[in-house]
């Protein structure tokens, strides 16, 4: 179960993160609070999930929070970055939908291979930190130019 969580939370870390980006392409503030929200909505949905036996059921359940969380990670960065409303709602339709398309293609695809799907894990969280330590070098050269 914890693999899985981990699973799911790299790749939803290393596909949405680059993608709300676009509204403000080095702002460590919008990194950190998109990255805060995701890790905090995504485990919780993965646990919740994890307790779900009927098929019917967890699927309507994963729609239903996917949804949720689109509106309310849309409206979570508007509020903590002053980004403009339809801006933000069309980056987070678009970032949590190809999140989960992606998440559902790896984990239906190697659903039995935990080898490929290490690795994948690996790939997500390594594209994730390469992606921050770019944005903190970016925001550390800034503010070296305001001194």
Known sequence: ??????????????????????????????????????????????????????????LVFLVMYEILTFLMEAAFVCVVNKTKVYNTLWISFVANASS???????????????????IILGVCYLIYFIFYIWILLKNLKREERQV
């Open 1 to 58: 179960m914890v693999f899985n969580i981990l699973l799911a939370l790299g790749i939803t870390l290393a596909v949405e993160t680059p993608i709300f980006m676009l509204l403000r392409k080095d702002n460590l503030r919008l990194f950190l609070s998109i990255s805060g929200f995701n890790i905090f909505s995504n485990v919780l949905m993965n646990c919740l999930l994890s307790i779900i036996k009927t098929p019917v059921f967890w």
């Open 100 to 118: 989960l398309c992606v998440g559902l293609l790896i984990t239906t695809a190697f659903k039995e291979y935990i080898i490929v799907k290490s």
